[in-house]
C-alpha cells in the first residue's frame, strides 16, 4: 500500500510541474512577475523546505544564487536586531545642528503603505504590533491632517528616540497636495495636527518663521510595489515634482517599497529570500528608470499587517532602512552647516568688495616738488608769497572759485542689501515670484508679521519670509582722523573757496580746529560741520585762548572793537587814528597749486 501511496503522489507531482512549466515558457520573456501557483506540499525536508512547494525550474528562475544587497554578518540574526535597535536608540545629535530630533516626512500615493509603515516602525521599538497611525485603503486619503510622531521605546521609556516620522495626505493625481505644499512643509511651516483638506495655507496650524528643529530632515517616497506598473502618469508627475522640491532644498529623497511580500511568494513564505527575489529586484530597477532615484536609496520592507507579534527577521528589514535614513539625515545636517559656514564666508566677502566699492579714496598729491630740495621749497613759497615788488610775507586772496566737484553718490542710509539663504517661490500675488540661494535682495519695506518685501537681482518684488535673508551690516560712519594733542583753535581771516576735492570751504571769522600742521602753505583743518580738508595756512589766524588780546606795541595794535568782532570787510572803516588796515591782498598772488603738498593721514 505505501508504495502504490508514493507512485500516485508521484504521478500528481510530475502532472503539476508538466502545467507549471507550460505557464513559465510563456511569461518568462516578460517583465511582468510570474503568477504563483500554490501546490501541495511535498513533505520531505530540504534547504527549500520554508518555500512553497515550486518546481526546481520556477525556483531557478525566480530566485538570485546570491544576494542582490549584501550585509555584514549574520544579517538575519537576533544580535543583528540588537545591534542595528541600539544604534538608533542611543543616537546623539550634534550639537551644533540645532535640532531635538530627525523629521522624517513620509509622503505617497494613497493606500501606499506610509501610514502603516510607521506603525511598523513603532513596532520594532514597542517589541509588539502598534497600530498608532490610521492605515488602511480607501478612494480618498484617510490622512486628513499633518502628524509628527515620536516614537518612545518598549513599556513607554522617558527617553523618545530622536526620530520623529511627520505624516501627510496621500497624493493624488490632479486633486490633494500640490508639491509646492510639499515644500512648505519641508520647510517647517506647519504644526502638528494642521488641517490639510484645503493644502498649505496661513492661518491657523501655520509657522511663519519655521526653526531648524521644525524643518524635515529626510524625505521618504512610498512606493506599493503591485501598483508601480499601473500608476497614473499624474501621480508619477507629482512624486517627481515633489522629489525635484526635496532636492532644491539639498534632501535626497529615499524610496520605500511595500508589500513585496505579494509581489513574491518566496519573499511572503520567508523574507530572508527578500535580497534574492529577482521579482523585487525587478521593481527596484523599474522604480530607479520611473522616478530617477538611485538604486542603493530603494529598500523594500514588510509592514505588519496581519500579524499580532513581531518578527525579528521582519524587524530587521525595516531597523537597516531606519539606518539609512538615520545615515542620510546625518549627512543633509553635516552639508547644512557646510553650507551656511561657506555662505557666511562668501557674504563677509561681498561686504568687503561692497564697501571698497562705495569708499571714496582719499585724494593722493603729487607732484615735482616732491623731488625739489628744502631750499628750492623755501625760494618757490617766498616767491608764491611775495607782492611782485620785492616783498615778500603778505596774505594772498583767493583766486576766482572754481565749481566745486561734487561726491561721489553714496547707497542711503536706509536702503539694506541683504543675501537669500535659500530658495523660495512665492504663490500669492503679493508675494515675489522667485528667489534663488545666494541671489542679492535690496529691502524695500522693512519686516512686518514675518514677512519683507524685496526687490531681487532680476527686478523681481515681492514679499517674502523675513529668516530667508541675511542682511549686510549698516556701514560705520567714518572714523575722524585722531587730532594731535594739544589740539590748535585757528580763526579764519580771509574767506576761501575750494578748488579741490581735498580741500574745505572758509568763512571769514570762522572758527576750526588743526588736524594737521603747516606743510608747504597748507593746513588740514576741521570745520564746524564735521568737515575736513585743505586750506592755506596764511588764512588763518590762531585763536588766542582769552578773550583779552595781550596787549601789543602802539604800532602794531587795533582797536578793541576790531578784536571783538574778528569780521571785516575790505571796505570798512578803521576806528584807529593812528594806524589804517593793510590793504588786502591781490587775487593773483593766491599759493600756486603746484607748491601744495598733501598731508598724510594716520
Known sequence: MDAEKKKEKLKKKSHS???????????????????????????????????????????????????????????WSKETWESLKNDIENHKLRGDAGINHINVLLVGE????KSSFFNSFESVFKERVANRADAGFGKKSLTTKYRQ????????????????????????????????????????????????????????????????????????????????????????????????????????????????????????ADTKMVFRSKEVLEKVEEVHKLLGVPKNQIYPVRNYCIEVECETVKDVLILRVAKQILRYSEDFIEDRLAREKQTMKNLEKQLGELNKKHKTPGPERYSEEDNASSEEKNRRRSSDFSDGKGNG?????????????????????????????SDFRGDEDDEIPELRNGEEVTEITPDKDGWTKVRGATGMEGLAPSNYFNWTPKKAPKQSPKALKPMKKWCAVEQYSANDEDEVDLDVGEEVTEIKPDADGWTFIKREDGSEGLVPSDFLELKQPTKTPPKRRQTHSVPDSLTESPVHSSSSPHLSPVIEKPALPTSDMKPKKATKQSPRLA
Open 110 to 113: 494613497i493606500s501606499a503603505g
Open 393 to 421: 610775507g603778505s596774505k594772498q586772496a583767493p583766486g576766482p572759485a572754481k565749481a566745486k566737484r561734487a561726491p561721489p553718490p553714496l547707497l542711503p542710509t536706509t536702503v539694506r542689501k541683504g543675501i537669500s539663504l
Open 149 to 268: 510622531y515620536e516614537i518612545s521605546g518598549r513599556y513607554g521609556k522617558k527617553q523618545p528616540i530622536k526620530f520623529r516620522f511627520c505624516d501627510s495626505m496621500g497624493i493624488e493625481g490632479e486633486a490633494g497636495l500640490s508639491a509646492h505644499d510639499m515644500g512648505k512643509i519641508m520647510d517647517g511651516h506647519l504644526q502638528d495636527q494642521a488641517e490639510l483638506r484645503n493644502g498649505v495655507v496661513r492661518g491657523l496650524g501655520y509657522i511663519e518663521n519655521p526653526t531648524e528643529d521644525d524643518k524635515i530632515h529626510c524625505v521618504a517616497l512610498v512606493v506599493n510595489t503591485l501598483s508601480i506598473s499601473a500608476m497614473d502618469e499624474s501621480v508619477i508627475k507629482k512624486l517627481t515634482d515633489i522629489r525635484e522640491e526635496a532636492l532644491g532644498r539639498h534632501l535626497n529623497p529615499i524610496i520605500i517599497l511595500t508589500r513585496v511580500d505579494e509581489l513574491c511568494q518566496m519573499t511572503e
Open 17 to 75: 510541474e508538466e502545467i507549471q512549466s507550460e505557464v513559465i515558457e510563456e511569461y518568462k520573456h516578460k517583465y511582468i512577475p510570474i503568477p504563483s501557483f500554490k501546490t501541495q506540499k511535498i513533505p520531505e525536508e530540504d534547504s527549500m523546505s520554508k518555500l512553497p512547494s515550486l518546481p526546481a525550474t520556477w525556483v531557478e528562475d525566480s530566485m538570485l544564487t546570491t544576494p542582490w544587497r549584501k550585509h555584514k554578518g549574520d544579517e
